[in-house]
């Protein structure tokens, strides 16, 4: 297994570049998130994940461990190979992987190329514990009315509901009425969404 790529990048493109290391050049697949990262080096060092199949060996890089580990759940979920796992990871970046899994955003995942609404929900089912368990970040709510929202998360938390039901009942509640005037109707909202 070959965890990872260093050296100079001889060729670069927005799904592919060219490593040379110890005077071998390596074709190393990677995503969009990827390539915005690295896009101005001449030199790098990508982490890999190396896919097998009968007729190809094939090398996916990934600027860090946390998109490199999301691949790989994303290709233990059936219907997804590692084109559609890389078109995810092109179209979000991981923190929006892991926000909408957690979430049970299905829309999110519907919006990229190549996923319908089975696929869609496979991902949130197969992934949900497994990204909640490991997950270093504390999963934040949309930017949007974020203030507002954030009081509303540390209000119905202290009444004692579970955080991701939380998250995700706030969530639908402004998707679906974006212009709430205050917290407390945005908590009145989520509580019928908690209740229902």
Do not use: W
Not at 152 to 180: E, Y
């Amino acid at each position: 297994m070959i965890a990872y790529v260093k050296g100079q990048i001889t060729y670069k493109n927005p799904t592919f570049v060219y490593v040379e290391s110890g005077g071998v050049g390596y074709h190393v697949n990677i995503s969009l998130n990827t390539y915005s990262r690295i896009e101005k080096a001449e030199s790098v060092k990508l982490l890999t994940h190396l896919v097998v199949k009968e007729d190809s060996h094939t090398l996916y890089g990934f600027y860090d461990g946390e998109e490199r580990d999301l691949f790989v759940h994303l290709l233990s979920v059936s219907g997804i190979g590692p084109n559609t796992a890389r078109i995810v990871l092109s179209s979000l970046s991981p923190v929006e992987v892991k926000h909408a899994i957690l979430s049970e955003d299905e829309m999110i995942f519907k919006q990229v190329k190549g996923i319908g609404a089975k696929t869609a929900k496979q991902i949130i089912l197969d992934l949900k514990n497994k990204i909640s368990k490991e997950s270093d970040i504390q999963v934040t709510l949309p930017v949007r009315d974020n203030t507002l929202q954030q009081e509303a998360l540390s209000a119905l938390l202290a009444l004692g509901f579970n955080k991701q039901s939380v998250i995700k009942a706030i969530s639908d509640v402004c998707k679906t009425t974006p212009d709430l005037a205050n917290v407390e109707s945005l908590i009145k909202a989520s509580l019928k969404k908690l209740s229902s």
